[in-house]
Structures are given as C-alpha cells and as structure tokens.
C-alpha cells in the first residue's frame, strides 16, 4: 500500500486549502481512511474518518463544521476541504489507510505541511 499526500502550504487565517491523498496498491474500497496531523511538540491526533462504505465519518471536535472528508473511489483518491483555518490548524498532515476489520491504520502516507499564518 503506498499514500501519497498533497496540497499542504502557506494559508491565511480565514483561509481554506484542499488535501489529497492518492492511494495505490490496494484495493481502496475495502478500506477507511483517515486523515491526522501532528503539530510541533504535540503528539499525531485524528481529524477525520471515512470508512469503507463512506457511512461512517467522523471528525474531531475542533475541525468539525470546518474540515471535510471524501473519498472518490474511481480515482483511489481521499481528499480534506479545510475551511475557515486558524493558526491552531498548523500541522503535517497525513492520510492513512485501515482494512475492513483491522484494528488499526497500518499504512501512511509521508505527511503534507499546512502553515496557518495569524
């Protein structure tokens, strides 16, 4: 399985910016996806969910109403909108990948940096 994330920079605050991750070498409908995101000097945390059968989606509380997930699975692609960004949004994000019944993300992407300027 390989993820490659995209479309991470320089945004204002206010601003928005769209994350994509391309996913190859698995067959993407058998699999949720996630996005994270670890900020300098705190630990990755989840911010938002898919899951196979893109019922299931989750977000966390301080992007909710803002971010949003999808996924297109013609193109084995899933994508972030990210809306109304503040400064606390600064991260590298990644997309990971979790199989239909395992427990957990096993494969990841290399992470993509989104700066929030005040």
């Known amino acids: 399985v390989q993820l490659q994330a995209s479309g991470g920079g320089l945004v204002q605050a206010g601003g928005s910016l769209r994350l994509s991750c391309a996913a190859s070498?698995?067959?993407?409908?058998?699999?949720?996806m996630g996005w994270f995101r670890q900020a300098p000097g705190k630990e990755r945390e989840i911010v938002a969910t898919?899951?196979?059968?893109?019922?299931?989606?989750t977000y966390a509380d301080s992007v909710k109403g803002r971010f949003t997930i999808s996924r297109d699975k013609a193109k084995n692609a899933v994508y972030l909108q990210m809306n109304s960004l503040n400064p606390e949004d600064t991260a590298v994000y990644y997309c990971?990948?979790?199989?239909?019944?395992?427990?957990?993300?096993?494969?990841w992407g290399q992470g993509t940096l989104v700066t929030v300027s005040s």
């Open positions: 990971a990948s979790r199989l239909i019944g395992a427990s957990g993300y096993a494969s």
């Open positions: 070498g698995l067959t993407f409908s058998s699999y949720a």
């Open positions: 898919i899951n196979w059968n893109d019922v299931g989606i």
